[in-house]
């Protein structure tokens, strides 16, 4: 749970930036639906989001906490499931797996079943340990991974099994299992650096394109980064790559067989945001500067529409960022909601035309922190 004072060190380095570069408010959101989520008795941060495409549910995560300074041993991880109306159809709650604590959840998956996979943290391990749970939160298997292992992703895949990626220590960590848990393959990419998978995608004969982030270390934030682009086969094994300096790549499939990726072009504090789009053989098509921010975007995501554009979304100082970008590569419009709430841990899904945006609604009233859930469900 975040505590008053990161809180304050979060507005502060707000305050500090106003200067950065101005976003431009055009036009309106499409919004079909915006909605808060939470009970009053606990604080909750999103960490995972997920998308049924049978269910047409959305799959929340994340971690709660009490209120009360005095109840310590109230808290865990929680899943919601919220349909395409904005009703809340599961509440979930897990306060401790294998007689530990939990301290954070890194991925989740749906399955077909309306059971969830997680990547979760252990309290006082700190390892990786993955989860699954049924409809009513019951814990159908958990397994500890090695030491030093952290999952940013996972895919389900076309064949009901599911891709984990992230990474092992320094190398980057692609990993395979059923739906038991079971691992089938695991593969690690050694490129001499701090390397990691972030992001990824399932092509439609099988196989799977990923994101990879090789350079310095501080989660190639504040420091130059490389982008591998790697199109697999569905056994893991390489076919092509691609790389390109950037860092905090998203990747999303458009039409045709197109791929999108969006990436941080920035080395320093600074960010500079552009969209690169690749054909089915992952060849450049074209290659879009979005918006350049000073330390004010924490993360970003890209998604596609029906028509063949593009969504890229992310907080900036705090408050929702929304780009539209043609399939050709043209920015149409941005959007930058500079009065709405403060939120962290923003994230956002797209399925067809449906696009949501998650985020951790913070504010402090009554020397304490509020945390709920936001939903915004728009249709551009």
């Known amino acids: 749970m975040k505590t008053i004072f ?4 979060v507005f502060g380095l707000i305050i500090s930036h106003a200067n950065a570069s101005d976003i431009a408010q055009i036009g309106k959101l499409p919004t079909v639906w915006d909605n808060k989520y939470g009970d009053e008795m606990y604080a909750y941060e999103k960490r995972a989001t997920a998308f049924s495409p049978t269910e ?10 009490s209120y009360d300074r005095n109840k310590k041993n109230i808290e865990g991880i929680w899943v919601w499931k919220i349909n395409a109306n904005g009703e809340k159809t599961a509440d979930l709650k897990v306060n401790e797996i294998q007689g530990e604590k939990l301290r954070d959840i890194g991925a989740m998956s ?4 309306g059971s969830t996979i997680l990547a979760a943290t252990l309290l006082l391990s700190g390892r990786t340990i993955l989860v699954k749970l049924d409809a009513k939160g019951g814990i159908e298997f958990s397994k500890k991974l090695e030491e030093g292992v952290h999952i940013a992703k996972i895919i389900k895949t076309i064949d009901n099994k599911y ?10 960590l692609l990993m395979k299992i059923d739906a038991n848990g079971e691992v089938l393959w695991e593969k690690i990419n050694d490129r001499g650096k701090d390397d990691m998978f972030i992001d990824g995608i399932l092509t439609e004969d099988g196989g799977f394109i990923l ?11 504040l420091a ?7 199109k697999y086969d569905s056994k893991g094994e390489k076919i092509t790559e691609k790389s390109f300096q950037g860092r905090h790549g998203s990747i999303a499939r458009g039409k045709d067989g197109n791929y999108a990726i969006a990436y941080d072009k920035s080395g320093t504090a600074k960010q ?22 000073d330390f004010g975007l924490e993360s970003f995501n890209v998604g596609s529409l029906t028509n063949g554009d593009y969504i890229v979304t992310g907080p900036i100082f705090l408050r929702p960022w929304v780009s539209y970008i043609d399939a050709a590569g043209a920015k149409k419009w941005d959007f930058h909601n500079k009065t709405m709430e403060p939120a962290s841990g923003t994230d956002f899904i797209s399925k067809d035309n449906d696009c949501y945006i998650i985020s951790s609604v913070v504010a402090i009233t009554d020397q304490r922190i509020t945390n709920k859930v936001k939903v915004i469900k728009f249709q551009p």
């Open 6 to 9: 990161a809180i304050l060190i």
């Open 56 to 65: 047409n549910t959305l799959y929340i995560a994340g971690i709660y906490s």
């Open 110 to 113: 749906s399955t077909e079943d």
């Open 163 to 172: 891709l984990c990626i992230g990474y092992q220590k320094n190398d980057s």
């Open 211 to 221: 994101i990879e982030n090789s350079g310095k270390s501080a989660q190639f934030f």
């Open 224 to 230: 130059s980064s490389e982008i591998w682009l790697t």
């Open 272 to 293: 500079d945001i552009w969209i690169k789009s690749f054909d089915k053989d992952l060849n450049e098509k074209w290659n879009t500067n979005i918006t350049s921010t």
